[in-house]
């Protein structure tokens, strides 16, 4: 008895649980209005629209873990996105694996020089990133030369996105390993717990032995990484690689995160809960057209919804406090 | 101590403004002068784009730069830091500061640049816009790049012809405030009360963004929410390319046409199955650029101010005439829009 | 309480911090000598006449930069604003449309701007929980949205009659009003920061919140105050540019959030909290404004003229750091 009221507390407890409920009453609420939404079809569709917004999450995960945060991300996106649909538009390059590489090598570079100016420049992350935004953003420009890479000059690379193993489109088998592996390091590794420690409380984990400034650059390097990677995916699915590829993004990265109950101010948020996040954020941007909103107050009932969700997460946060003190007391 | 020190920092740099200042509009006269004397010999000629690096953006602005340059004059490209009127207004602001002799402006909002394009007419600049229009007075003509008539005609007629002369069909469209889109979309909403196309249901109007995401969103929401889709007509280049990878990923019979760039949009042109697009159509955006400059060149030599009726030779183009543009200002038309098919799409996807 | 994180205020010597502002605020001064007359060599058309006239619609980001320097020595950030410039001026000019008087019209800017402002400070301050950077986020969609809605389908909206905004574009000689304004509203926030309990207050909780609070500071109250101001700038942003655009639209202010944290940041302000000051700040958002006119007027690249602010907004805070680290260095040898 006792033991099943605490694995049930341990449930309802969770950030993510919550989510899941405001997850299912908003699939439930669509598919009243289109019965459309809930086939495997719809779904597998969404997600791989959404793919690049769900990967780099988890990036920004591990980033806001740490008490930072990268507003950069999709600058990087661009900038890596841009030179794949160049090297491919010009022929220098057009092995779809090598470009993979490049890519990430190249948003592994990126996110490195931002973590180590962050880490060891010591400049704060949001300005360090903010200029890196306006950086790779206009790199991007610059590498493009006022020149798309279209369907046509990305020959075999935007087959990628077509492919399908066992049923599932490629890209969104990347985003489940990515996801998977993820989850193991976060949860049962050193370096997993190593990020989670930093975040909450700087000085115990130096103290502690862990090198701070090292974790710091690991995690930015894994977001550019990530980000490296997205530039490739996005150019593979829209077929189309244009200087301002996802501009402004980062916010619905840094929205999906913070929906899914990681804390901008480091140590807590769950791999979970940034899938649960961005998987919100993909759902009402599938839905809105859908239930048939007005397509000029979309923005605005998208507003409204996120506003309201994380409301509603910190008015069951603090439900959820006050009962667990209330157990205490008793 | 220390607040003398700051404040006999902060006067220096108030003293060093007013000395550079001062300083230059002392020189300023000779600048100016010199400025003159060099415009005696050439005139210059500025082109304010949508935004940079965009393809379409800078084939007009190649063209324009082409025929200055041949025609002796000197060119200027500008593009927007991003694609708002604001950032087009900081860039008429500097042109005004660099005493140009004319301005063709490709406008991102119609009306807020009135302030700033009257303050160059007011400084004896010529303004002119081309590609998007803005509103009548804060220009002297608008080069149209095909008649808003036309293009809505040849859409319908386009819809008419792939559907087979009925069933549902859509617009994807840019964004809901996208003053061409809108503006095309009317005229098509028009041209479809005849008789002629009442077999036709236009089910709905959605909105892109031109952001290719959302309009790939946008496409399969249409193509879920209407399963009997016969067509979607996209008057927008970023749309139409969205749109054309969704129905030919998904094998879709569902067909498009619309307004987009060939060069984009070679993989998804042809008549069979296989491609998703049978035929569309757009203007040849480097000849807009072209008729922009022989535009500016004609206002700023006096040949013509921008009136009615007025005729002039665009070089090798031929001769153009300023009509009336139904918003109390005036236009100049490029020609009918060019249809793109797979007869001709290899011909044209390296140009532009 | 080493002070090794700079949070901590009681035991970081007061005259450390001020030499050290001041030096920056110095270098700043030099920097923005050596800006004017860069920008004086590579560009003919660059003097004041030109600066003055070109400036107007840079200052309007300036209007914003002075409160949000106080949200960021707060410790907190806010997005919103561009979409709070955008709602203003499309009400402004809706307002100015249906021909109400000029004042009436002013006031609807400055109150749509205000009630935008206390909006988030409400939500902020009831959910204190909440991170400044998603509410002002999730605001700022909703903010846009309103104004997207309330244009309609033609998505832009333009003066009928501008005689009203033509009056407050004017000049004195050849200074628009906007300067003058921008300086006393300079002065009076820069005196409030420094030389008032409430300044005090504001640097107080952005060192440290908590103990803010449990020395009495109402810190929520402050909070509220602070973002409203930050909504009644940006009224004011948006009423000196529509007098620049006669118009708005969906775009309108895109971007100011960011350039106003620009400013702000290259002027000594971190935004971590607790630290800066308004005239660095100030000075600053000068350099900025002389830089991004003069390198307009050599017709640059407008995505380098990004890729070169964004590098000074990085070397601003990187170069002090590093040559900071160098001097412990030193010192460290030395003492050895």
């Known amino acids: ?330 | ?352 | 309480m080493a002070g090794k994180s700079g949070r901590s205020i009681s035991n970081v010597p007061e005259k450390a911090i001020r030499k050290n502002i001041l030096s920056w605020e110095g270098m700043l001064v030099v920097v923005f000598i050596l800006m004017v007359i860069f920008c004086r060599s590579i560009s003919p058309n660059f003097h004041l006449e030109n600066v003055l006239r070109e400036m107007p619609k840079y200052l309007a980001e300036a209007f914003i930069m002075l409160p949000m320097a106080y949200v960021l020595i707060l410790g907190e950030i806010d997005i919103s604003v561009g979409a709070t410039v955008c709602l203003s001026a499309t009400m402004t000019c809706m307002a100015c449309n249906k021909e109400l008087p000029f004042i009436a019209v002013v006031l609807v800017c400055l109150l749509v701007g205000t009630a935008c402002g206390l909006i988030n400070g409400l939500v902020l301050t009831n959910f204190t929980e909440l991170p400044p950077m998603i509410v002002t986020l999730a605001t700022q969609i909703i903010f846009r949205g309103i104004a997207e809605i309330s244009l309609g389908s033609g998505g832009s909206v333009s003066l009928t009659n501008t005689d009203g905004f033509r009056m407050i574009a004017g000049k004195v000689g050849i200074i628009p009003y906007i300067f003058f304004l921008v300086v006393i509203l300079a002065v009076i926030f820069a005196v409030v920061l420094a030389k008032t309990t409430f300044g005090r207050s504001v640097y107080a909780i952005g060192s440290n919140r908590l103990a803010a609070y449990y020395a009495g500071i109402p810190v929520q109250r402050i909070r509220l105050i602070i973002y409203t101001a930050l909504g009644f700038m940006s009224g004011l942003a948006a009423l000196f540019l529509t007098s620049v655009l006669y118009g708005a639209n969906t775009t309108t202010g895109n971007g100011f959030e960011m350039d106003a944290i620009a400013m702000a940041v290259f002027g000594g302000i971190s935004t971590a909290g607790g630290k800066g000051r308004l005239a660095g700040g100030i000075i600053s958002a000068f350099v900025i404004i002389m830089l991004r006119i003069g390198l307009g007027q050599i017709n640059m690249n407008p995505q380098l003229i990004l890729v070169i602010l964004g590098a000074l907004l990085i070397l601003a805070v990187l170069l002090p750091n590093i040559a900071g680290e160098l001097k412990v260095k030193k010192k460290a040898a030395n003492t050895k």
């Open chain 1, 1 to 330: 008895m006792k033991e099943n009221k605490s694995i049930l507390k341990k449930i309802t407890g969770s950030r993510e649980a919550s989510l899941l409920i405001v997850l299912i009453i908003l699939c439930i609420a669509i598919t009243a209005k289109s019965p459309s939404f809930m086939t495997f079809k719809s779904i597998t569709d969404m997600l791989k629209n959404n793919v690049v917004i769900m990967i780099m999450a988890l990036g920004m995960l591990g980033v806001l873990l740490v008490g930072g945060i990268d507003i950069s991300v999709a600058s990087v996106l661009g900038f890596t996105g841009m030179i794949v649909g160049m090297l491919m538009k010009y022929e220098v390059v057009t092995s779809t694996p090598l470009l993979f590489v490049i890519a990430v090598a190249i948003g592994l570079v990126c996110g490195c020089v931002t973590g180590l100016v962050i880490a060891y420049g010591k400049v704060l992350p949001i300005i360090a990133t903010m200029g890196f935004m306006y950086i790779y953003r206009g790199l991007a420009y610059v590498i493009s030369n006022s020149e798309w890479a279209s369907a046509e000059n990305l020959g075999t690379f935007k087959d990628f996105a077509l492919g399908k193993v066992l049923g599932l489109n490629n890209v969104i088998w990347v985003m489940i390993i990515i996801y998977v592996i993820f989850f193991i390091v976060m949860k049962w590794t050193k370096i997993g717990r190593k990020v989670y420690a930093v975040g909450s409380n700087r000085e115990a984990a130096a103290i502690s032995g862990i090198s701070t400034k090292r974790i710091d650059v690991l995690v930015y390097t894994v977001m550019g990484t990530l980000s490296g990677l997205c530039g490739a995916l996005a150019v593979s699915i829209y077929a189309s690689a244009q200087p301002n590829m996802l501009y402004a993004k980062e916010m619905d990265v840094i929205a999906a995160c913070v929906i899914g109950g990681v804390s901008m101010q480091g140590g807590r948020g769950s791999v979970v809960g940034a899938f649960l996040g961005s998987l919100i954020l993909a759902i009402i941007a599938k839905a809105l057209p859908l239930v048939g909103i007005e397509s000029i107050a979309q923005n605005t009932v998208k507003g409204i919804i996120i506003m309201a969700v994380i409301i509603l997460n910190v008015l069951a946060q603090r439900a959820m406090d006050r009962s667990n003190l209330k157990g205490r007391e008793m």
């Open chain 2, 1 to 352: 101590m220390k607040k003398k020190v700051l404040s006999a920092l902060l006067c220096t740099a108030m003293v060093a403004t007013l000395a550079a200042g001062c300083g230059s509009s002392g020189g300023d006269s000779k600048d100016g002068e010199a400025a003159k004397s060099d415009d005696s010999g050439k005139k210059t000629y500025a082109i304010v784009t949508k935004a940079a690096g965009n393809p379409y953006n800078e084939k007009e602005a190649e063209g324009f730069q082409e025929v200055i340059e041949a025609e002796g004059g000197e060119c200027i490209v500008k593009h927007p830091e991003a694609a708002t009127a604001d950032a087009q207004v900081s860039v008429i602001q500097s042109l005004i500061s660099q005493g140009v002799d004319s301005i063709a402006i490709a406008a991102n909002d119609e009306n807020a640049l009135q302030a700033a394009l009257e303050e160059a007419m007011d400084a004896g600049i010529k303004v002119s816009c081309l590609d998007s229009k803005v509103n009548a007075d804060s220009r002297m003509t608008f080069v149209n790049q095909a008649g808003t008539k036309e293009i809505g005609q040849a859409l319908m007629d386009a819809v008419l012809d792939i559907t087979g002369g009925e069933g549902q069909w859509a617009i994807l469209s840019a964004t809901s405030q996208a003053a061409n889109q809108n503006a095309w979309i009317e005229a098509m909403k028009e041209v479809m009360t005849d008789e002629k196309y009442s077999k036709l249901e236009l089910v709905e109007v959605a909105y892109g963004d031109d952001e290719p995401q959302k309009s790939t969103d946008q496409t399969l929401a249409l193509l879920q929410k209407y399963p009997d889709l016969k067509l979607i007509c996209a008057p927008t280049t970023v749309g139409i390319n969205a749109a054309a990878k969704v129905l030919q990923d998904e094998g879709s019979d569902v067909k498009l046409t619309g307004l987009g760039l060939p060069s984009e949009m070679a993989e998804y042109i042809g008549d069979d199955d296989a491609h998703s697009c049978p035929y569309m159509y757009l203007w040849n955006p480097i000849d807009v650029g072209r008729l922009g400059a022989y535009t500016s060149i004609a206002l700023v030599n006096g040949d013509i101010t921008g009136a009615e009726g007025e005729t002039f030779t665009a070089g090798d183009m031929g001769e153009y005439t300023i009509t009336d543009a139904g918003d109390g200002g005036t236009e100049i038309i490029l020609g009918p829009p060019f249809k793109f098919e797979p007869s001709n799409i290899d011909e044209w996807k390296d140009v532009y």
